[in-house]
């Protein structure tokens, strides 16, 4: 086996993997928008403030994700 024909290889392979990395992340963040959507519907759907509700639901993201949420206000707040 030439290295062309090595590296053609290993490249299919990386490809592939990112690939399947990516739809794995994707369908986590998925997951982690819909578990944090649950808590703020739940939470004020039990009387937990509004704010207080998506503060809430922001510390679940947070948690799952390890970043915060971007919201309307901070986009504004950056332009």
Do not use: H
Request: proline share 3%.
């Amino acid at each position: 086996m030439d290295d062309n024909a090595f590296e053609e290889l290993v490249s299919g392979i990386e490809v592939q993997m990112n690939s399947e990395l990516l739809q794995k992340k994707g369908a986590y963040a998925v997951t982690a928008a819909k578990i944090s959507g649950l808590v703020l519907t739940e939470a004020v759907a039990t009387g937990v403030p509004a704010s207080v509700a998506q503060e809430m639901a922001s510390d679940t993201w947070i948690g799952l994700m390890g970043f915060p949420v971007l919201t309307e206000t901070d986009s504004e707040d950056s332009e």
